[in-house]
Structure formats: structure tokens, C-alpha cells
């Protein structure tokens, strides 16, 4: 069986890219693609030691970026890869952007929105959890346990 292009599995590795790239920066890893039409227009990691700046999100940095790619403040073609369950800021923001779709790799049970309602996102935003779930939370366990040794 081989992996489309465009499956949701090919644009979480881009992702879980991003996310290796904030683990080598010593940022939490978690990284974000938007994609529009089968194609990535924005992506990023989170930034937020690197930038001081604790709205830095991998997700909050993404859909910026997006939104100048489209010139256009609203994501309602587009999709988000995530690879940890968004914050409730970070779900915020997903909501006033109107984007179309969120795919979500490992859960976050202890900040993720969904902890008080997936009612945050905009109603129309379809939801998929789960996605290379193992992957994600193996990176994020990885880089906590290392913190943990020094």
C-alpha cells in the first residue's frame, strides 16, 4: 500500500518535520502545516523560548502565515496538521480564522481544548484526532524526558 500525497498521514510527516525542527531548537515539539487545495502554504514550529514570546505557538505562527499567503483573514478551505492538540488560545484562534478542518495527532489532556469543550473551533471546522498519534507523543515524551535528565 503506498501513502498518498495528499492523505492526511503525508501532511502530518510535515508536521511532525516542523516539530523535529523545535525539538533541535530546544522548543516544545510541536509543529503545524496549513494546507490549501493539496498544497502547504504555511508552516512552522513552535518558537516561543526563541521569540520570548509565549503566544509563539506552532499553531498561532502557521495560520499567520496562511492568512498572508491568502491575503485573507479567514481559513475556511484550508486544513491545519497539528501534532499535539491545540491550546485553548490556539483554539481561539482557529475559531475567529473559520478554518475548515483541524487534523490533530496525539491528545492533550492536560491543555488541549477539547479538556473544556470542542465547542472553542468554529462549528463548521471538522475535527480529526488521533492521527499519527504515537508518533507525535513519542517526540514530546522524548524531549520532556531529556529535560527531566539535565
Sequence with gaps: M????YSDEHFMKQALNEAQNAYDEGE?????????????????????????????????????????????????ECTLFVTLEPCSMCAGGLFWTQIGRVVIGA????????????????????LKMGVMA???????KDFFKNIRKK
Design 107 to 126: 491528545l492533550d489532556k492536560e491543555r488541549g481544548f477539547s479538556k473544556y469543550s470542542k465547542d472553542i473551533v468554529h462549528p463548521k471546522t471538522d
Design 2 to 5: 503506498s501513502l498518498s500525497i
Design 28 to 76: 516544545i515539539p510541536i509543529g503545524a502545516v496549513v494546507v490549501c487545495e493539496n498544497k502547504i502554504i504555511a508552516k512552522d514550529h513552535n518558537r516561543v523560548e526563541r521569540l520570548n514570546d509565549a503566544t509563539a505557538h506552532a499553531e498561532m505562527l502557521a495560520i499567520t502565515a496562511a492568512q498572508n499567503n491568502l491575503s485573507s483573514k479567514y481559513l475556511n
Design 134 to 140: 504515537n508518533e507525535c507523543e513519542v517526540l514530546i
